[in-house]
């Protein structure tokens, strides 16, 4: 009787053990806040099932836009992984794209990509590095003039005559002052700072979505970052503009892929209002309809299985390839590898190889809705990549204003 006694007690502790290690594992794999379109459920896809229990006095179902409430997640029933706000919105209706643009942007101030030593009469010297400037900082003025272009900088430095310059800069979100002392190169007599910089960016991506009621547009799914530095470049001004796909570089192992495109002349699509690390975003110009309008997914409704992307590998025209959703991840950590995905349909993977550069930003639909975009490939399995959630670029796009009205 005492062996079995035990023997059951053993098996309920490690069963205790294993709902108590997974509510924790659970607590921090799961976000904080979520939102819930009015009328709908709360249903989290995360593996094992979870239930939900909105806090006293509130009823879910007559919930209106706007309102705030706490929910316990329990898993078992009773063992509670964690408490989250809810907040209930409005369903967004959304173009979803899937056709190549163009992206022309004026940085905001010039980013510092490289340094070179000058050669002095008294030998090599950096003058920047000296005075404490670092690769990927933004030069915003010097001696309290804005800057904008690369001509700029060089012709500040080069009439300086050797004397102490103020660079306010930015670096990583920060502003501060250094202080330069340009020096006289032996070579070309003429004054340098040693230091390379780059004022504007262009390149391809792809159209995520746009809002056909305010005009606002979303793409990539990732920032426009420096080739040399990998930081964010800082956005001043800049345009999307028509682009046609001209070619295909198939992506392998080790050498990911690319859309070939040629950019069409006096063909400005819209204006870029914003560059962060979940996309481009601004305001289209004139109308380019391509799909029908569908809803656009909060995270919580994503979940792992088959989805569709839409891309173009030839012209303008989308079309739709099968994907496979192998991973959600639904906590905040990266807010742009949300999704691990891969390519299973036969004609892109014949195509392409998998996923390329030029497809970031090409929308994700599960169900009838827009739940996210390509991101990344995995440069070793160009198969496979990430995807960010809709509702993430969606929140910047919230943000960007608009006067908006479509040109004729």
């Not at 409005?90 to 050669?119: A, H, L, N, W, Y």
């Not at 900088?153 to 300086?160: D, E, H, I, L």
């Not at 409704?301 to 303008?316: D, F």
């Amino acid at each position: 009787m005492k062996k079995t006694y035990k023997f059951f007690a053993g098996i309920l502790c490690t069963a205790a053990s294993g709902v108590l290690t997974l509510a924790l594992w659970l607590q921090g794999s799961l976000p904080d806040h979520y939102y819930l379109v009015q009328g709908n459920d709360l249903t989290i896809h995360a593996g094992y099932p979870i239930q939900t229990q909105a806090e006293e006095g509130v009823d879910i179902s007559k919930s209106s836009v706007g309102s705030r409430y706490h929910v316990d997640l329990r898993v078992m029933g009773s063992v509670s992984v964690k408490k989250v706000q809810v907040e209930v919105v409005d369903r967004k209706m959304v173009i979803p794209g899937g056709f190549p643009f163009g992206i022309k942007m004026f940085t905001d101030g010039v980013m510092v990509v490289g340094m070179s030593d000058v050669q002095t009469t008294e030998g090599l010297r950096n003058p920047s590095r000296e005075g404490g400037l670092k690769i990927g900082d933004v030069i915003l003025s010097i001696n309290g003039k804005s800057v904008a272009s690369n001509e700029q900088v060089g012709q500040m430095v080069a009439q300086s005559d050797g004397e102490i310059m103020d660079f306010s800069i930015k670096r990583k979100g920060t502003n501060m002052h250094v202080s330069i002392v340009p020096q006289l190169s032996s070579v070309d007599s003429s004054y340098r700072a040693g230091i390379w910089v780059r004022d504007s960016s262009a390149g391809i991506g792809t159209m995520t979505y746009y809002d056909p009621s305010t005009g606002v547009f979303a793409g990539l799914g990732h920032g426009v970052c420096d080739i040399d530095t990998g930081e964010l470049m800082p956005l001043y001004s800049g345009e999307i503009v028509d682009v046609s796909i001209t070619g295909v570089n198939v992506g392998k192992s080790g050498a990911p892929g690319e859309l070939k495109g040629a950019f069409s002349k006096d063909s400005q699509l819209g204006r870029l209002a914003v560059n962060n690390e979940t996309g481009v975003f601004g305001v289209i110009q004139k109308p380019f309809l391509v799909q029908e309008a569908v809803p656009l997914a909060m995270k919580h409704e994503v979940k792992e299985g088959k989805a569709m992307i839409l891309t173009t590998l030839n012209g303008k025209t989308p079309e739709e390839f099968e994907i496979m959703i192998e991973k959600v991840y639904y906590n905040d950590d990266a807010p742009t590898k949300n999704m691990v995905i891969r390519v299973t349909d036969p004609a892109l993977l014949a195509k392409t190889g998998g996923i390329i550069q030029g497809m970031s930003g090409s929308p994700i639909l599960q169900d009838g809705k827009l739940i996210g975009a390509v991101t990344h490939v995995l440069v070793n399995d160009p198969t496979k990549g990430y995807g960010i959630f809709a509702e993430n670029m969606e929140k910047t796009a919230e943000g960007v204003v608009t006067g908006y009205q479509i040109a004729s």
